[in-house]
């Protein structure tokens, strides 16, 4: 599991007496830009649409005082292959760490998305749009500053996020076969081993030593019920956005096809 610990330093503050600097990885983002720019006094708002318009933004000298992002990117030729943290990954491989604010629909679809995001240092806070643009304004000047958005009132959480559970090394070859299974090209045992390029004996263990025991400590699977094969495979398909942003961003790319 990569990670990396994240300084919010001086340089903000510098920055900051010349301009503020902000950048909006986002689909829609140029629909927000405008009303950001006139919301600062000096101000500088670049948008990124793409995960290439993206790269080039981060790949200069340019260094960014906050970064607000989508969690899951609404454009149905991107929600799949690229999202929030993508973006938090492309910021700490281009060497330019930055305070990210991460803005949600609030659909059930981000919630695994959501653990993983509380768990990374450069989050400093989770934006719901509907919140409107006073309160997205707020965030990014808070931000700009160092400082964290103060969570919202959420129940306890109940479940250990994937993001935790695919940590060591059996973690990753679960989250290898959840990614295959969810990708779609695996439907027995001897497609997932080829897929997964495990052995045969590796993958006749998907529910008993790999996928089953996560369903179990999560507490999504109805113990009156069999923890069958099927209940497995169902359960990748109920997680699949995250189990392909999950291999995508951690070196399994290559069981998504």
């Not at 059996?170 to 295959?180: K, S």
Request: hydrophobic letters at 40%; charged letters at 25%; glycine letters at 8%.
């Amino acid at each position: 599991m990569r990670d990396y610990t994240f300084h919010a330093g001086a340089a903000t503050v510098r920055q900051m007496a010349t301009g503020l600097r902000i950048l909006i990885a986002s689909p829609l983002g140029k629909v927000i830009s405008g009303p950001l720019q006139a919301a600062f006094d000096d101000v500088t708002v670049s948008v990124a649409t793409s995960d290439e318009e993206l790269t080039r933004m981060i790949s200069g000298t340019v260094r960014y005082d906050v970064v607000a992002a989508d969690l899951i990117w609404n454009r149905p030729e991107l929600e799949w292959r690229f999202d929030g943290l993508d973006v938090i990954d492309r910021l700490r491989d281009a060497d330019r760490p930055a305070p990210v604010l991460l803005a949600s629909q609030g659909h059930s679809m981000e919630i695994d998305h959501l653990e993983e995001a509380r768990l990374r240092p450069e989050v400093f806070g989770v934006i719901p749009k509907s919140d409107g643009l006073n309160a997205i304004v707020d965030a990014l000047r808070a931000a700009a500053l160092g400082r964290r958005l103060r969570p919202t009132p959420a129940p306890v959480p109940t479940r250990i996020p994937l993001y935790e559970l695919f940590g060591d090394r059996r973690g990753q070859t679960a989250g290898r076969l959840a990614g295959a299974i969810a990708a779609g090209n695996a439907t027995d045992n001897a497609s997932l081993a080829r897929i997964a390029k495990v052995s045969p004996s590796t993958a006749n263990k998907v529910t008993s030593h790999y996928l089953g025991p996560i369903m179990l400590a999560r507490d999504e699977h109805d113990e009156d019920l069999p923890l069958s094969q099927g209940a497995v495979y169902r359960w990748c398909g109920l997680h699949a956005r995250y189990l392909i942003s999950w291999c995508r961003r951690n070196g399994h790319g290559d069981v998504l096809g």
